[in-house]
């Protein structure tokens, strides 16, 4: 068992939620509680998660790399996922992505060298109208991320980040 008692907790309170028959539906219930726990879902976690639902690993493996909230390798600290979909690119979610990357120093799919930010691209956020659009770490939707809020927010991430 790779995840603390808490989590196969939640898993088995998720579980609940479907019939005997198919804990397949707990899935990604399961991939995000132990993201949450671990901070990404290594192959470990993935055969893990797949023995205690008692499904296939590939099943697992699938969910895990179709999704873009479930990270299959390490990232930093707070992961910024930048929407470039035409209505965010065509309000300047290319150039607030280019910015950010200049910042930041790395690339979409880069972690910086003190694993503070890792860099994304993510697709549709929902929420076009307030373009361009980042996500940070699958849960806070920024909106109307010029360079002055884009600014702002490494700011604030970078101090909570020293306080942790």
């Given at each position: 068992?790779?995840?603390?008692?808490l989590a196969y907790?939640?898993?088995?309170?998720?579980?609940?939620?479907?019939?005997?028959?198919?804990?397949?539906?707990?899935?990604?219930?399961?991939?995000?509680?132990?993201?949450?726990?671990?901070?990404?879902?290594?192959?470990?976690?993935?055969?893990?998660?797949?023995?205690?639902?008692?499904?296939?690993?590939?099943?697992?493996?699938?969910?895990?790399?179709?999704?873009?909230?479930?990270?299959?390798?390490?990232?930093?600290?707070?992961?910024?996922?930048?929407?470039?979909?035409?209505?965010?690119?065509?309000?300047d979610g290319v150039?607030?992505?280019?910015?950010?990357?200049?910042?930041?120093?790395?690339?979409?799919?880069?972690?910086?060298?003190?694993?503070?930010?890792?860099?994304?691209?993510?697709e549709c956020m929902?929420?076009?109208?307030?373009?361009?659009?980042?996500?940070?770490?699958?849960?806070?939707?920024?909106?109307?991320?010029?360079?002055?809020?884009?600014?702002?927010?490494?700011?604030?991430?970078?101090?909570?980040?020293?306080?942790?």
């Open positions: 068992m790779l995840l603390s008692e907790k939640k898993i088995d309170k998720e579980l609940t939620k479907f019939p005997a028959d198919q804990k397949r539906s707990a899935i990604m219930a399961a991939l995000a509680i132990a993201q949450d726990e671990q901070g990404w879902v290594s192959i470990e976690v993935i055969r893990d998660i797949a023995d205690y639902l008692q499904e296939p690993a590939i099943s697992v493996q699938e969910v895990a790399s179709f999704y873009d909230m479930f990270d299959t390798k390490p990232v930093g600290r707070y992961k910024i996922t930048v929407c470039t979909n035409l209505p965010c690119a065509l309000r150039k607030s992505a280019e910015y950010l990357k200049e910042k930041l120093g790395i690339g979409f799919s880069e972690t910086t060298a003190d694993g503070l930010f890792t860099l994304t691209e993510g929902g929420s076009c109208g307030d373009a361009p659009v980042m996500l940070v770490n699958n849960r806070h939707m920024c909106v109307h991320m010029e360079a002055e809020r884009i600014d702002a927010m490494l700011t604030e991430l970078k101090k909570a980040g020293d306080s942790a």
